[in-house]
């Protein structure tokens, strides 16, 4: 029989489910939702046109449970349009999007909850665990990512803090957080339709006039990374102008919030920096179609733009020693040098991609 919701039970959380192609994974997390201690929610499961019996498993779970709904595209749209049609279709207080391919701990909706008691913010961050899996699907290693407990109720204060959960990239994510669904709505704000980056800029500006902010140090979410499925082994041609995007928008919000200090340029300009790293293995890929030429050619470009010159110079490799090389690197505009690196670091991520992986997190 289905199980009904009681009047009073009108859902607190709003769980917004993308689904195409998780068939293996969508049980788990569907469970890991239907063991929360608290249980005031409601479960929107978005059918992206799957090919497999991804939507098929929602709705067995649908049929027996009220809370949960499937809603059907009739063509796939892709991750962003899914969750703006989950967005619409919500009637929660806060709304939260989940991937499907991953699962939480049973207290993590208690644990907002009662954050939301403390402090009425517009937005709550809590922590994960990002799991690693190898082409067969056993699980590698593990590390957890979690933010310093704050609760923020002045817009200066949170502001001071954005750019450290960057750092750790916790600012990035949509799945660890739970937006306010009506100030969402106020701002008319959806997900732009943008490979890569959607999330952080949803967040960008979601963030930018808010002044409560909830950070909780717990990390109930398991983030899985499958190397078979992993976009770091993917080609994906605008790498490159999308992340110099990413760096571009934060870098214009603390700009916008009269921000814009040395700390903030170091942290940005580090991360840029592993980005061009990442571009520079990236143009080594067959795919790319470009020759030793024209990586060189990439190079200079890179070393001639405006948020390479204010950025780069400020950044700090933190004790990384292989960023600290890409950084001298690219500090000294030595172009052949960074060809260089950045073919090394494919030949390797190529032979050992899990022994990369590692490397990459600074672990």
């Known amino acids: 029989m289905k199980q009904q919701i009681k009047s009073e039970q009108r859902p607190y959380f709003s769980i917004v489910m993308p689904t195409y192609g998780v068939e293996n994974y969508i049980r788990k997390a569907i469970d890991s939702i239907l063991a929360q201690t608290f249980t005031a929610w409601e479960v929107i499961v978005v059918d992206d046109c799957t090919p497999d019996d991804s939507a098929k498993i929602a709705q067995e779970y649908a ?4 809370r949960i709904r499937v809603l059907h595209h009739e063509k796939n749209k892709g991750l962003s349009p899914a969750r703006n049609t989950g967005a619409a279709a919500a009637s ?32 709550v961050v809590f922590g994960l665990i990002e799991e690693y899996y190898d082409k067969k699907g056993n699980l590698s290693y593990s590390h957890k990512v979690a933010p310093q407990e704050a609760y923020y109720k002045t817009a200066e204060g949170l502001r001071k803090n954005v750019i450290y959960l960057e750092q ?15 100030y969402m709505r106020t701002l008319n704000l959806q997900y732009e339709n943008v490979k890569l980056i959607e999330d952080i800029v949803f ?9 409560r902010m909830n950070l909780l140090p717990i990390t109930p979410y398991h983030y899985a990374k499958r190397m078979e499925a992993n976009l770091t082994n993917k080609f994906v041609p605008d790498y490159y102008a999308l ?20 700390e903030v340029r170091s942290i940005l300009g580090s991360l840029y920096g592993r980005y061009i790293v990442s571009a520079l ?6 795919r790319s179609g470009m020759h030793n030429k024209e990586r060189y050619k990439w190079c200079r470009e890179v070393f001639a733009s405006s948020l390479f010159n204010e950025l780069i110079p400020c950044a700090k490799s933190s004790g990384s020693v292989s960023l600290a090389v890409a950084l001298f690197c690219l500090k000294w505009k030595k172009a052949m040098f960074c060809l260089a690196l950045g073919r090394f670091v494919y030949i390797a991520r190529e032979a050992l991609p899990m022994v990369y992986s590692k490397v990459k997190s600074g672990r």
């Open 92 to 123: 929660g207080e806060y709304i939260w999007f989940m991937d499907p391919d991953d699962y939480v701990d049973d207290s993590l909706l208690q644990e907002v909850y009662k954050s939301l008691q403390k402090n009425r913010a517009q937005i």
């Open 63 to 66: 049929d027996k449970d009220a």
């Open 281 to 286: 293995v990236r143009n080594c890929d067959k």
């Open 203 to 211: 967040n960008v500006k979601f963030c930018t006039d808010i002044e």
């Open 243 to 262: 992340h110099k995007r990413r760096i571009d928008i934060i870098f214009d919000q603390y700009n916008y919030w009269n921000m814009d200090t040395q």
């Open 168 to 182: 750790e990239t916790l600012y990035g994510y949509a799945w660890n957080k739970f937006y306010d669904l009506s």
